[in-house]
């Protein structure tokens, strides 16, 4: 009984932690952040391992669920293109001009600041 | 008993609309979008005045709640100031350069995509 691990669930762990309960948080975290294992896990919390995983796997659905309403993910990964594509043609075209690559700083600052 | 309308109301309904049920939805778009009264909404779902009235009040605990939680109104706003300081900047200062008009353009449709 595996579950697959990865770079998903931490973004999307990123996007919508605040919609989770504390405990649904802690194993998310300890799972796929801290890479404890299943029965790890189920120590520290005292509970089965069972009882983890079925935490764990419906987490992911709710995250997965979020993400197919509100895509803030996909979202985020579409402007940060954007953005880039914006900083290297600037840094491309106008090395010089401070003003404008400060303005698009601001823009990948902002984007940050709003995971 | 009257409930301050106001584009708050209506932004975090867009941002957050996908999260609510089929009746908070009808009801925040009768009242919010559409200007009808409490007493015509009641009507409509053939409900009484104070029922519209308590679902629409909690709706709107339930919308704030959720700017609480992932401030996605906020954040749109702040991109939203700066992809305009990016695009005064560059139309004072290289009006002539389609390429990037092209590529700041794109920042606002993603932008307005993700809404």
Request: glycine share 2%; net charge negative.
């Amino acid at each position: 009984m595996e579950i697959e691990k990865n770079d998903r669930i931490n973004s999307l762990f990123e996007f919508y932690e605040p919609l989770l309960t504390d405990k649904q948080k802690s194993y998310i975290e300890q799972y796929y952040g801290d890479d404890y294992s299943l029965g790890e896990i189920a120590e520290n919390f005292e509970v089965s391992r069972q009882a983890v995983y079925d935490n764990i796997k419906r987490t992911e659905k709710i995250l997965e669920g979020y993400e197919a309403k509100l895509h803030l993910f996909n979202d985020f990964r579409k402007r940060n293109q954007v953005a880039d594509d914006i900083s290297n043609y600037v840094s491309q075209h106008y090395p010089s001009d401070s003003t404008l690559s400060r303005l698009i700083d601001q823009l990948e600052t902002t984007e940050s600041e709003s995971d």
